[in-house]
């Protein structure tokens, strides 16, 4: 018998440190093993980043029954890993922030594990916070749930309080424990152990893949009839429902961080299979005598998009390993084996569109790409619209931001400006929080101006919530870019010369090329310059120093930054070392015919 619960919540509520204290407390670690700390966060760009990424199976034993836990990420962008981990689950912990309360993410996670008739166990975390408001939070998650619908049986969940750090939790209104036992207990008694039919023959549905370096690629999933052993004949239903036999070799449960292997898995279980080289995430796998072919579950679609193209500018191949569109090709098919939410279209012309649920579902993606030694160009990300009946219509989001009270003005006013409406207020002397319906293309670029208008004290978290008719013109960026002329090294001299033309994105040093842009223009249009004239200098300083030639730092822009920014008629260039800013049509005189007809045509 098994329990298989999910961890959901919205980004940074401590589900992965919550899962430490699991499975530090059942023992599954020797005794004077080292741990470090968010120890499923295994991913490099995890680790990087302090976020989940890729939601993750793992595995404890308490009182002799065997918790599968699933550790989801609780950033919006990935919302589509905790949908396809949500289908292996009896029910969910929802950890909601002591303070912060549910948050845009918080909403989405419930509506769909509700829509599954999953019931919650309501996890209280970071009580420990200086600013905890636990009643407060507890009410508004009930009334949360009260609006998406929740059952009776939904409603009547157990609250318990957490200081995950501290790998601490015990029920509302009882005296603080020590330890997790609180937890565990609830988890055994709330939700009923897995009941999946034990006879029969063996069925279960890929839920995510993963790779072995000894045994290949693993498909993951419950058990969701009779059992399965190494060696036993199955047959593989993919899209088209054919089956395909195949043979197993090797079957996998979980336990702690380790995979173990089996000779017999049981109806409830979550494992994993080997050998099924051609199996894809919402495969029907059968035993012999069974005829099923489930349905894939539905996932939510995307919302951005960018385009992909080999690099083609003067620096190409200089630092990447795979230069070509069908290097690109093939890695991007790989990725849409495991990420479900990802979307790839070929535009012909060496091109690709690669469409996800939002910028950091695919910047990460791209981070990843040139990680591998991939180079390639990508366009501004755009947001997906639809059409129906002939009317177009675009994605909004559910923003809530939380700020220092002196500097809501400023926010209501630059996201009224982006097409928001306020729809909710909160406010206290110092803090306020406030609610925003805003069109998806509203808020690209938005974080940077939104950092700066609240002193970088500003929270801001936002969610897809739904189509609605376009609502006209937004406009992000007023400025234009400061675009190089000359090709060559920059130097100190030229950008001294010339900083007060707007903000550099390169150092001294930098080697540029015609038609790369160097930097935001203070003005509207570009501003061609040159940044190669040299002169001997060796009093130019960094900023700071009291010499009179005081060089303002470069803002060299993050790979989200960047994408952010640029226009679209730029495109930003990838490599495994730089990040290039440059426009589309590098050749000035072409860009300005170009530039020309565009405008001509838009006037007639
Ligand atoms: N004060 C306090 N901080 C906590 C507690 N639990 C977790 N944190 C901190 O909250 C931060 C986020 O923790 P994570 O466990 O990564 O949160 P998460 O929900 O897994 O985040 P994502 O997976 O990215 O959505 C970390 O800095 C933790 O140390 C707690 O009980 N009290
Ligand atoms: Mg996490």
Sequence with gaps: MYRNIAIVAHVDHGKTTLVDGMLRQSGVFAEHQEVVERVMDSGALERERGITILAKNTAVAWNGEKINIVDTPGHADFGGEVERALQMVDGILLLVDAAEGPMPQTRFVLKKALGLGLRPIVVVNKVDRKDARPDEVVNLTFDLMVELGASDEQLDFMVLHAVAREGRAWREG????????????AILSTFPATNDDPDGPFLLQVSNLDYDAYVGRLAIGRVLRGQVRPGSTIFLRGRTGEPTR??????????????????????????????????????????????????????????????????????????????????????????????????????????????????????????????????????????????????????????????????????I?????????????????????????????????????????????????????????????IQTRTTGSLVAMEAGEAFAYSLFKLQDRGTFFIQPGTEVYVGMVLGAHIRAGDLELNVTKNKKLTNVRAAGSDDNIVLTPPRVPTLEEALEYIGEDERLEVTPKYLRLRKAVLDPNQRKREAKQRALATES
């Design 174 to 185: 009882e005296p603080e424990e020590q330890n997790l036992s609180v937890l565990f207990d």
């Design 413 to 473: 006013e630059a996201l009224t400006k982006r097409r928001g409406t306020l729809e909710n207020l909160e406010q206290t002397e110092t803090r306020a929080r406030a609610e925003f319906a805003v069109p998806s293309r509203g808020l690209f670029g938005f974080r940077t101006p939104f950092l700066s208008l609240t002193g970088g004290e500003g929270l801001l978290s936002h969610v897809f919530d739904g189509y609605v008719p376009m609502l006209g013109n």
């Design 246 to 411: 195949a043979r197993v070799p090797k079957v996998f449960t979980h336990l702690g961080l380790q995979r173990v292997e089996t000779d017999v898995a049981q109806a409830g279980d979550i494992i994993a299979l080997a050998g099924l080289e051609e199996v894809q995430i919402g495969d029907t796998v059968g035993g012999e005598g069974s005829t099923e072919h489930l349905p894939a579950p539905a996932i939510d679609e995307p919302t951005v998009a960018v385009t992909l193209a080999p690099n083609d500018g003067p620096f190409a191949g200089r630092d990447g390993q795979y230069l070509t569109s069908r290097h690109i090709a093939d890695r991007l098919e790989r990725e849409l084996l495991t990420n479900v939410a990802l979307k790839v279209e070929s535009l012909g012309g060496e091109k690709f569109r690669v469409a996800g649920r939002g910028e950091l579902h695919l910047s990460i993606l791209l981070e990843q790409m040139r990680r591998e030694g991939y180079e390639f160009t990508v366009s501004r990300p755009e947001v997906i619209l639809r059409e129906e009946e002939g009317v177009r219509y675009e994605p909004m989001e559910r923003v809530v931001v939380d700020v220092p009270s002196s500097t809501l003005g400023g926010v």
